[in-house]
Nanobody, 116 residues
Framework: QVQLVESGGGLVQPGGSLRLSCAAAGFTFSSYTMSWYRQAPGKERELVAAIASGAGSTNYADSVKGRFTISRDNAKNTVYLQMNSLKPEDTAVYYC?????????WGQGTQVTVSS
């Protein structure tokens, strides 16, 4: 059974940091492009960062470049999102996604709230 389980969300003050994790099971993790999306209240879901299979090239939304870092550990079937210098506008539910040409899986999401 395919599973993507996010963790690491919570409440943090502006300028703080959080590290999100997404543990995968039920598919060949190393063959999938892994990405993080987020959805704020009243807004559409948007891509935050992605990391390819193989060489693991990365790309980021302009709004998070220089602040967020996506990485993956294929031995642990886990993808991470290190979030630094968090801003109130980063508040959203963060979702993990696994994609290949034929398959597309989503996690249930983890809430990140940036507030003083």
């Amino acid at each position: 059974q395919v599973q993507l389980v996010e963790s690491g969300g919570g409440l943090v003050q502006p300028g703080g940091s959080l590290r999100l994790s997404c543990a995968a099971a039920g598919f060949t993790f190393s063959s999938y492009t892994m990405s993080w999306y987020r959805q704020a209240p009243g807004k559409e879901r948007e891509l935050v960062a992605a990391i390819a299979s193989g060489a693991g090239s990365t790309n980021y939304a302009d709004s998070v470049k220089g602040r967020f870092t996506i990485s993956r550990d294929n031995a642990k079937n886990t993808v991470y999102l290190q979030m630094n210098s968090l801003k109130p506008e980063d508040t959203a539910v963060y979702y993990c996604r696994a994609v290949t040409t034929w398959y597309n899986y989503w996690g249930q999401g983890t809430q990140v709230t940036v507030s003083s």
